[in-house]
């Protein structure tokens, strides 16, 4: 299986806290980064928040810095997405997968797969 399984999500008040998983078993030592991403019914897939699996480089989008912060256990091949201060607005289906930048056309992200996703509901 080479799919990432996403773990973590689910309903939680404005203001809350949630801690995503994410196991990235189809990691090879080609791998530079991995990002989470995010999407709401009839949208786009964007991307939320990208890191290196070596190093600091951490990209967020604006709307959620100061309240997510991704990290990594490189030796388990996971990546982890701390959200506070949770809006309703951050509401979506969280995926993650490798190397944003490589999988990304100008258009959008062109994975040949994605995992199942983790339901994140923030209720107000």
């Known amino acids: 299986q080479v799919q990432p399984v996403e773990s973590g999500g689910g309903l939680v008040q404005a203001g809350g806290s949630l801690r995503l998983s994410c196991a990235t078993p189809g990691r090879t030592a080609s791998s530079i980064a991995v990002g989470w991403f995010r999407q709401a019914p009839g949208k786009e897939r964007d991307i939320v928040a990208s890191?290196?699996?070596?190093?600091?480089?951490?990209f967020y989008v604006d709307s959620v810095k100061g309240r997510f912060n991704i990290s990594t256990d490189s030796a388990k091949n996971t990546v982890y997405l701390d959200m506070n201060s949770l809006e309703p607005e951050d509401t979506d289906v969280y995926y993650c997968?490798?190397?944003?930048?490589?999988?990304?056309?100008?258009?959008?992200?062109?994975?040949?797969?994605w995992g199942q996703g983790t339901q994140v509901t923030v209720s107000s």
């Open positions: 890191v290196m699996w070596i190093g600091r480089n951490v």
């Open positions: 997968d490798l190397d944003p930048e490589q999988n990304y056309d100008g258009r959008g992200y062109v994975y040949p797969y």
